[in-house]
């Protein structure tokens, strides 16, 4: 195993000095396993190699994608939540539209019914109160009805954000409206941000997601697939962030965690892909190795195997499975050289200790 600490840096090929790099905030986001609180590192080490185009596998929030694009380089983004998507064609595709307060505010109101109560009926005292519930139920049947693509995005965007933000953990794994109504003395939350409405909180994301809005001069696109499904092609870098298993092998389920946003997206059709049987009416779960322990190495190995031709850059976190050993072996199968950086990093939710950021190179 080759491992270097910070600072050696031997590889020889650097970012073009005369690059242009942007200036522009990414909007804050709540989500699991987010890069956000590491993402200078992140730059720092990609800015170290030599690329033109790369391929976000596992986008997530987008916030990676996006220093990818401040810098100049044509931006693939790929996640399979159709929301993680959905939010990436505002941040990442989209390269100039935005939406006003006024078109968000409008989206409050009933203008074109009929309009179904979905929600109400189905999430009662699940996540939000029943006020709020017919505010989403609206709201998002509205956004549906926006013609302009990017601005139906942004729209979706603000009105995730309010949902993650309004949540107990930021999450929909459970049932646990109680914990926002119940007068009960609470050692987590914020019950101030719990309370905000609706309305105010989308406007304050959809201001911050416009500034986000930029063009770089390529023409960045956004997959929604699974990632080793993605077809084969010349990408300078491929950047690999997967869901995080821990040493006990527990992984990181995004279906579950944010079925709710995936439901948002295709209201429609939502009856169909609850499991009633659920208390918190999740979807039904979809098969992924990516969070299976059992499977994750099989998964590790055909994406390197496949984008052999690129650099790649994984992000990791340890300890986890697959061990970074393990990683390495994989990726020298496939690339002549890796490299290893890690970066000591406390995670917010996380009881351990330490808990270290890892990013492997492979050329
Ligand atoms: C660790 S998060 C990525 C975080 C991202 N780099 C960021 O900073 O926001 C892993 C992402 O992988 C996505 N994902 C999980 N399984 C996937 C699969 N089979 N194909 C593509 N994306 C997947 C999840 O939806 C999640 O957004």
């Keep these: 195993m080759?491992?270097?600490?910070?600072?050696?840096?031997?590889?020889?090929?650097?970012?073009?000095?005369?690059?242009?790099?942007?200036?522009?905030?990414?909007?804050?986001?709540?989500?699991?396993?987010?890069?956000?609180?590491?993402?200078?590192?992140i730059k720092k080490q990609a800015m170290k190699l030599e690329f033109d185009s790369v391929l976000d596998c596992f986008g997530g929030t987008g916030i990676v994608s996006h220093v990818f694009k401040k810098l100049g380089i044509e931006v693939t983004y790929n996640d399979?939540?159709?929301?993680?998507?959905?939010?990436?064609?505002?941040?990442?595709?989209?390269?100039?539209?935005?939406?006003?307060?006024?078109?968000?505010?409008?989206?409050?109101h009933?203008?074109?019914?009929?309009?179904?109560?979905?929600?109400?009926?189905?999430?009662?005292?699940?996540?939000y109160t029943d006020e709020e519930n017919k505010q989403i139920d609206i709201v998002t049947q509205n956004i549906h009805l926006i013609e302009s693509e990017y601005e139906r995005c942004l729209a979706f965007f603000a009105l995730f954000q309010a949902c993650l933000i309004k949540r107990p953990y930021n999450l929909f794994h459970r049932k646990n409206l109680y914990?926002?109504?119940?007068?009960?003395?609470?050692?987590?939350?914020?019950?101030?941000?719990?309370?905000?409405?609706?309305?105010?909180?989308?406007?304050?994301?959809?201001?911050?997601?416009?500034?986000?809005?930029?063009?770089?001069?390529?023409d960045n696109t956004v997959l929604n697939r699974d990632a080793l499904s993605i077809e084969q092609q010349d990408y300078g870098l491929i950047y690999v962030d997967t869901p995080y298993i821990s040493p006990k092998g527990v992984g990181v389920d995004y279906h579950h965690f944010y079925h709710f946003l995936e439901g948002l997206v295709q209201?429609?059709?939502?009856?169909?892909?609850?499991?009633?049987?659920?208390k918190h009416r999740r979807l039904y779960s979809v098969d992924n190795p990516w969070h299976d322990?059992?499977?994750?190495?099989?998964?590790?190995?055909?994406?390197?195997?496949?984008?052999?031709?690129?650099?790649?850059?994984?992000?990791?976190?340890?300890?986890?499975?697959?061990?970074?050993?393990?990683?390495?072996?994989?990726?020298?199968?496939?690339?002549?050289?890796?490299?290893?950086?890690?970066?000591?990093?406390?995670?917010?939710?996380?009881?351990?200790?330490?808990?270290?950021?890892?990013?492997?190179?492979?050329?």
């Design 293 to 363: 322990k059992e499977r994750i190495h099989q998964a590790f190995n055909l994406l390197f195997e496949k984008f052999r031709n690129s650099i790649i850059m994984v992000s990791y976190r340890s300890p986890g499975i697959p061990s970074i050993e393990e990683l390495e072996e994989i990726l020298l199968k496939y690339n002549k050289d890796v490299q290893t950086f890690e970066r000591k990093h406390q995670y917010a939710l996380s009881k351990r200790r330490r808990s270290h950021e890892v990013v492997l190179i492979a050329i």
């Design 179 to 218: 914990m926002r109504t119940s007068h009960v003395e609470r050692s987590f939350g914020n019950k101030t941000t719990w309370e905000r409405p609706f309305d105010e909180l989308m406007i304050q994301f959809a201001n911050e997601a416009n500034k986000a809005v930029f063009d770089n001069g390529k």
């Design 2 to 41: 080759k491992k270097l600490v910070e600072g050696n840096e031997t590889f020889q090929k650097t970012l073009n000095s005369d690059r242009i790099i942007y200036d522009v905030p990414f909007p804050s986001t709540r989500f699991q396993g987010s890069k956000r609180r590491v993402i200078k590192w």
């Design 80 to 108: 399979y939540l159709k929301c993680n998507a959905i939010m990436a064609k505002a941040l990442i595709e989209n390269r100039d539209v935005t939406i006003s307060t006024k078109k968000i505010a409008n989206l409050f």
């Design 110 to 127: 009933p203008t074109n019914p009929p309009y179904d109560d979905f929600i109400q009926r189905t999430f009662q005292d699940i996540y």
């Design 267 to 278: 209201y429609k059709r939502w009856n169909e892909k609850v499991d009633f049987k659920s």
